[in-house]
């Protein structure tokens, strides 16, 4: 009964207060984007370890890197919820929430290359879905500049779509036609977002950042003429590598620019 009473109590000043909440307008921030383009470039990633571990390769550990890639995408989805967004951002992001739990569901199983496509299908809705929810919480910060942090974050999430799709490739579980077309899409609009990016006004872009953004466009060549080659042999461990070395250049460019950004 005193239980009852105090949850009697708390419920009442809860409903007292909550209509504040909703009332105050919240927009995102400069950490709503960075949780956001983290869980889509995540999302990528998970398909050449996947793709890996199905093949039985074990050099590099992909089990554990999957399983880490996983874990923080999890921890960066929490992260998101618990900050206060405007009624319709909040919307996207349980929306986005509901597609990647059931992702996640399929992720607890061993991999099976005859599961594997499907995954790889829900994966790349789920990547476009983030973008869009990502571009959405840059503008909703109300700094034109978050727009840029985006792009860079595209970028990289363009390199592990195309490592993912390789080992996909690679493993057998995705046809001809359906591949070079996934490839032929995500080099345009690599090209796209690199091109806004470097036309991008110093005020928004830096220099500098544009000068390691035309580094890293020279070793991502090296994923153009892999994903393009039509010999039939396949180097997935390669992909891969080149892949995470791009992942972590470009974390180090995102805090450069987010670091321009708050300034």
Same mark, same amino acid.
């Given at each position: ?19 504040? %909440?909703?009332?105050?307008?919240? !927009? ?6 960075? &949780?956001?383009?983290? $869980? ?19 050099? !590099? ?13 999890? @921890? ?5 919820? @618990? ?6 951002? #909040?919307?996207?992001? *349980?929306? /986005? #929430? ?10 607890? &199983? ?6 594997? /496509?499907?995954?790889?299908? &829900? =994966?790349?809705? %789920?990547? +476009? !879905? ?5 571009? &959405?919480?840059? #503008? ?18 363009? =390199?592990?779509?195309?490592?993912? =799709?390789?080992?996909? +490739? ?15 899409? *995500? ?22 950042? +544009? ?11 090296? %994923? ?5 080659? @039509? ?14 070395? $791009? !992942?972590?250049?470009?974390?180090? $460019? /995102? ?5 321009? =950004?708050? +300034?």
């Amino acid at each position: 009964m005193k239980y009852n009473v105090v949850k009697s109590i708390r419920g009442s000043a809860l409903s007292m207060v909550l209509p504040l %909440f909703i009332m105050a307008e919240v !927009h995102a921030s400069a950490e709503d984007v960075h &949780h956001i383009i983290d $869980i889509c470039t995540s999302s990528e990633r998970i398909l050449k370890d996947y793709a890996l571990v199905g093949m039985k390769i074990t050099y !590099h550990n992909p089990k554990k890197d999957l399983e880490e890639t996983v874990a923080r995408l999890d @921890k960066d989805m929490e992260e998101l919820e @618990k900050h206060k967004l405007t009624k319709t951002l #909040q919307d996207e992001e *349980v929306g /986005l #929430q509901k597609e990647w739990l059931e992702i996640e569901e399929n992720l607890t &199983h061993d991999p099976v290359k005859a599961s594997a /496509l499907t995954l790889h299908h &829900h =994966v790349n809705i %789920f990547a +476009k !879905h983030c973008e869009v929810l990502a571009e &959405h919480l840059a #503008q909703d910060t109300g700094n034109p500049a978050e727009h840029y942090v985006v792009l860079i974050a595209r970028l990289n999430l363009n =390199v592990q779509e195309l490592a993912g =799709v390789y080992t996909m +490739k690679a493993w057998g579980t995705i046809g001809d036609d359906e591949y070079y077309k996934e490839v032929k899409d *995500v080099l345009e609009d690599y090209t796209k977002t690199y091109d806004e990016l470097i036309a991008a006004k110093s005020n928004m872009v830096s220099e500098s950042v +544009k000068s390691k953004l035309k580094t890293l466009k020279k070793q991502f060549m090296v %994923f153009e003429y892999m994903a393009e080659s @039509k010999s039939g042999r396949y180097v997935p461990l390669l992909i891969a590598k080149k892949a995470n070395k $791009i !992942h972590e250049e470009t974390t180090k $460019i /995102l805090k450069e620019e987010e670091s321009e =950004v708050e +300034k």
